[in-house]
């Protein structure tokens, strides 16, 4: 659910760009150098969001008796949670 949400407050992002007059008149590349860190880091938080819950999910999936927490997911928990 948290990455479906994610993507579409991406979708949103764009849609607002696409109907500013900015956009309408061919100044794309305007719209793109001021807003170029907030796509990135969107698409950046959503990529590490769907990397850890595909980790977490192949863990648990794969032994769903024990409390599974590994080194590298928790520096990957700790990425996600601090983009």
Known sequence: IQDISILFN???IL???????V???????ILLERFRALLMLSALYLTFSIILHSWLMNL???NTNRYIWT?????????????
């Open 10 to 12: 991406l979708i949103i």
């Open 15 to 21: 849609l607002m760009l696409f109907n500013t007059f």
């Open 23 to 29: 956009f309408q008149v061919g100044l794309v590349a």
């Open 60 to 62: 648990r999936w794969l």
């Open 71 to 83: 080194d590298g997911l928790q520096v990957l928990f700790v990425f996600q949670r601090a983009g």
